[in-house]
């Protein structure tokens, strides 16, 4: 649980949905080291509760510019021992990217002004994404002289591998409707009360499915983007039967005979 208020983030809770704003706007809301444990923090909050969904967003209209440069700037100086404290701070990014993909819940990021780096890769460990008209997303460490490091598992995931080529290697710029056509994100929505209505939607459909059933379809295709699927059959069935044998499916059933709601719908 997170010992104190964080810093870098405001955090809002209404019934089932945790909203976390990225709350540096002075630097567009690039990630600092003190951001990332609080991320950390903030979902293992969430995941230990009975919350059910994650909202990722920026304050003051931007998501997130990406890494801090002036954390990076004194990892640099910093005297290397036995471990790199560059190598340190990037694997810290790395592990919240890693968090928010493998987490049951479900995660809903909701993209717009400066998308940059390692915001770029935070957005693609979304389940959802929904981008306004004024986004602007930028994949620049190539143009810098570094690399998409963390992000480059997620870029692959969500992207496709000759997407993620073509964008780490051009240093790609672009807006909402190229980042719909080629799959970033879900929609692309006017700013305001249009994305704020999609997001709504978003959520309604959300709340509207079992969380339990939600966590263990999020296992399961994790797993089947790796395995064959013939190798899956068994552990697909068990896990159904475990679901339909389970209070959710119970419930589940009995509501669609009964023409109701089910008892975790919002």
């Known amino acids: 649980m997170m010992a104190d208020a964080p810093t870098t983030l405001a955090i809002d ?20 080291q003190v951001m990332l444990a609080e991320l950390l923090a903030a979902l293992a909050d969430a995941e230990a ?23 990076m700037a004194a990892a640099r100086m910093a005297p290397v ?11 810290a990014f790395g592990h919240v990217c890693a968090a928010y993909a493998r987490s049951p819940l479900a995660v809903v990021a909701v993209l717009e002004g400066s998308v940059m780096g390692g915001g770029f890769g935070l957005a693609c460990t979304a389940d959802v994404a929904l981008a306004s008209r004024d986004v602007d997303f930028r994949l620049p460490e190539t143009s810098l002289g570094v690399i998409p490091a963390q992000i480059a598992p997620f870029l692959v995931e969500r ?26 994100v879900h929609r692309a929505c006017d700013t305001g009360a249009d994305l704020d209505a999609a997001l709504a939607e978003t959520l309604r459909q ?10 263990e379809t999020k296992a399961l295709l994790r797993r089947a983007r790796f395995e064959d699927a013939g190798a899956l059959v068994d552990h697909a069935a068990t ?3 475990k679901a339909a044998r389970g209070p959710e499916g119970a419930e589940g059933l009995a509501a669609f005979i009964e023409k109701r709601k089910p008892n975790w719908a919002e």
């Open 49 to 71: 509760t009975d919350a059910r969904v994650v909202v990722l967003r920026g304050s003051d209209g931007h998501f997130c510019a990406g890494a801090d440069l002036r954390d």
């Open 81 to 91: 021992g036995e471990t790199d404290p560059v190598a340190a701070s990037n694997a």
């Open 206 to 215: 959300i709340l509207a499915c079992a969380p339990g059933a939600v966590a």
């Open 239 to 241: 896990v159904f039967a």
């Open 159 to 184: 992207l496709g591998y000759g997407q993620a080529k073509r964008l780490a290697v051009t240093g790609a710029r672009f807006g909402a409707d190229e980042a719909y056509r080629i799959g970033l």
């Open 13 to 32: 809770r209404k019934g089932g949905v945790l909203t976390i704003r990225l709350n540096r706007p002075e630097v567009r809301n690039a990630m600092s």
